[in-house]
């Protein structure tokens, strides 16, 4: 792309300046592209929409910083933007011979409404898209030459169905486990936390005008509420977390084909198993490599190896998968990622 210049001429026969007229934003960007995309387009209620963005510029753009600002919304066939739920956009950079004309990244579009009221103080880990149809836009900001632009990507949309048959009762069992979740005592058991919240909340009730201070009330109550509840845990002695191990074993023996099985490794973990952790990974992949969830599991296969000190154990498996996966797109793209983790690890020797 020219570098454009705004060059003032003297015309002698007439006697006038002539100004060119500045070239438009869409000149000034060619060359540059934001492209997003879904590991698929159609889903079940409940299910992980995973997304990709890559950035690429040709070489001969030459920008002044980092492209920064990147933003994506989400709207259903209304029009109306779904809320956000705590994401945090990561860059994660390419191979060196991309680099720096190359960024990308896959993760969890984290978009949505929570899937079961809640106690307001509990930490929310499920959300999910009501059946519709969602469209996702996405730019983000470039500076050229002093100057700051925008650059869009193609809209894409993706599908969401509700759940029917075996899938329905499949999700309802996934929907079960948060009550139990959220009521494991051992998540709460922290002597020294409880006991600073509760000198915080005395602090609050010190102050006399505590009330005229609505954020401060509205904090008050909501730390309140609290530890009200986490006292109430205390003295129930039922053992919520061996009810949610049980659980979750039931559900990968009743389901082991739904697709809610992604959903329950990512939001409330995995069944106790009678084979090793990387065994059973390496089994799940390759009975499930639609999943883009993998990507977790390709990590933690990795951390295993290498917590073993195995790195040719590790690399042996992930050969293995990749030729057995070879004609499987989402896996691929999966496999693409992880390689870019495990390459960073392995430069930052991190990785033995």
């Known amino acids: 792309m020219k570098v454009i210049f705004l060059v003032l001429l003297f015309v002698a026969i007439t006697g ?3 100004i060119p007229q500045e070239k ?3 000149e000034i960007t060619n060359g540059i592209q934001l492209i997003i995309s879904t590991d698929k387009s159609d889903y079940l209620e409940g299910e992980n929409v995973w997304l990709e963005w890559k950035f690429i510029a040709d070489k001969n753009v030459k920008l002044d910083f980092w492209p920064g600002g990147y933003r994506e919304f989400v709207t259903n066939s209304k029009n109306q933007q779904l809320p ?3 994401y945090t956009p990561e860059c994660i950079l390419g191979h060196t011979y991309e680099y720096p004309d190359t960024i990308s990244s896959f993760y969890v579009l984290e978009f949505g409404y929570y899937e079961l009221p809640k106690p307001r103080e509990i930490y929310q880990v499920g959300y999910y898209y009501p059946a519709d149809v969602y469209e996702i836009n996405a730019y983000i900001n470039v500076m050229i030459k002093g100057k700051e632009y925008k650059v869009e990507a193609k809209p894409v949309k993706f599908f969401i169905r509700k759940p029917e048959g075996e899938d329905f009762l499949a999700r309802n069992e996934y929907l079960e486990m948060f009550p139990l979740l959220w009521k494991d005592s051992s998540y709460w058991k922290d002597t020294n936390a409880y006991k600073s919240l509760t000198e ?6 010190k102050n006399p005008l505590l009330e005229q201070d609505t954020n401060a009330y509205k904090s008050y109550i909501r730390l309140k509420e609290y530890l009200e509840m986490v006292s109430k845990l205390w003295k129930d002695t039922t053992d919520y977390k061996l009810l949610l191990q049980e659980k979750i074993d039931s559900f990968f023996v009743k389901y082991e084909n739904s697709v809610y099985i992604d959903k329950v490794l990512y939001s409330i973990g995995a069944p106790r198993k009678s084979i090793s952790a990387i065994e059973f990974y390496y089994n ?5 490599p639609e999943f883009a969830g993998n990507y ?3 990590n933690k296969i990795m951390r295993i190896y290498n917590d073993e000190n195995d790195s040719s154990g590790y690399l042996s498996m992930i050969y293995d998968l990749e ?4 004609d499987n797109e989402i896996f691929k793209k999966v496999l693409y990622y992880h390689k870019r983790i495990y390459q960073m690890e392995l430069s ?3 990785f033995k």
Request: glycine share 4%.
């Open 16 to 18: 006038n300046f002539v």
């Open 24 to 26: 438009n934003s869409s």
């Open 84 to 86: 956000n739920i705590n």
């Open 200 to 205: 915080f909340k005395e602090n609050y009730e």
């Open 284 to 288: 799940l992949i390759l009975k499930h």
């Open 296 to 298: 977790h599991r390709l």
């Open 323 to 326: 030729s057995r996966l070879k």
């Open 348 to 350: 930052q020797g991190l």
